[in-house]
């Protein structure tokens, strides 16, 4: 059962929480500016990740080296990429979209991983990924070409490009640097990290408006306790298990989850192409996540 647990049970919760990042940015977008939002929230993070830190007595980094890691990752994979998918999706890039570009993160990762951590992606990998790619692409497809509200701002695809190469280096100095490191406190550390940048941009940016109400409160405690202090706990632990290729490859089912939390949610029509790029995307996960 543990094991069963381990390779199944707690890669497709983390695959679900991730895919509400990306329906959350849309849903609050009306109550508040992306970047405050994003700013608040990785506070609020910081908090509760600090208490529960506290609580279980966990370890914290004991020298400067510990907490710079940790600062620098939580830069990369909360601040700058949070802040970034949060602000292409307010300036109109729709939120299956942006869960298309994160899908390209494993390409970037499994390019690197070998001369950068030293790891092997063999062939079969290679294969899932290509695969899972394509599932996602055929997922999203409909949309690439659109001339209406659905279509690209280049301007909001760009900050989710680049929020997507953040969270790449991010992982790859995750998997690098915190392996032994304790699990809470890492965390804690990087939304420590992530919440210096966000604040400074938020200000920068002349972005503080939060538009007090039932819906931003709901969005904010999901984001808090659910997208980010549950996702990013199993993300951790699902870099320390395998080989950061593998963990990253799970990315690719979070744009069919995503279009399909955004039909449930939003009334977002799925046509036989996507459904059928979700089933291209499940299987390259499985081929790329064996051995």
């Known amino acids: 059962m543990p094991d069963f647990t381990s390779r199944f049970v707690i890669p497709a919760l983390f695959v679900v929480i991730w895919a509400t990042g990306f329906v959350a940015a849309r849903f609050v977008a009306p109550y ?17 990740l600090a208490g529960i830190g506290f609580a279980l007595r966990a370890a914290w980094p004991r020298d400067a080296k510990g907490w710079r890691d940790g600062i620098v990752a939580g830069v990369l994979m909360q601040g700058l990429y949070v802040a970034g998918v949060f602000w292409s999706v307010h300036r109109g890039l729709p939120s299956g979209i942006a869960a298309l570009v994160g899908s390209l993160q494993p390409l970037l990762t499994a390019a690197v991983a070998g001369p950068v951590l030293g790891e092997r992606v063999s062939p079969r990998r290679w294969l899932g990924i290509a695969l899972g790619f394509s599932g996602a692409a055929l997922v999203l497809a409909p949309k690439l070409g659109a001339v209406d509200a659905s279509g690209i701002p280049p301007t909001a695809l760009a900050a989710c490009l680049g929020a997507m190469g953040a969270m790449t280096a991010g992982t790859l100095w995750q998997k690098r640097t915190g392996g032994g490191s304790d699990l809470v406190a890492n965390a804690t550390v990087q939304f420590l990290g992530a919440s210096a940048i966000a604040i400074p941009l938020a200000l920068a940016a002349g972005e503080t408006r939060l538009s007090l109400s039932l819906p931003l409160a709901a969005g904010m405690a999901w984001s808090v306790l659910v997208n980010s202090v549950a996702g990013i706990l199993l993300l951790l632990a699902l870099i320390r298990r395998g080989a950061v290729a593998g963990v990253a490859s799970l990315f690719f089912l979070v744009p069919p989850v995503s279009a399909a939390m955004a039909y449930a949610l939003f009334g977002e029509a799925l046509t036989p192409v996507q459904i059928g790029g979700m089933a291209v995307a499940a299987l390259g996960v499985a081929v790329a996540s064996r051995g």
């Not at 929230?41 to 509760?48: D, E, Q």
């Open 32 to 48: 508040a500016e992306p970047l405050a939002f994003v700013a608040v929230r990785l506070v609020l993070v910081a908090l509760v």
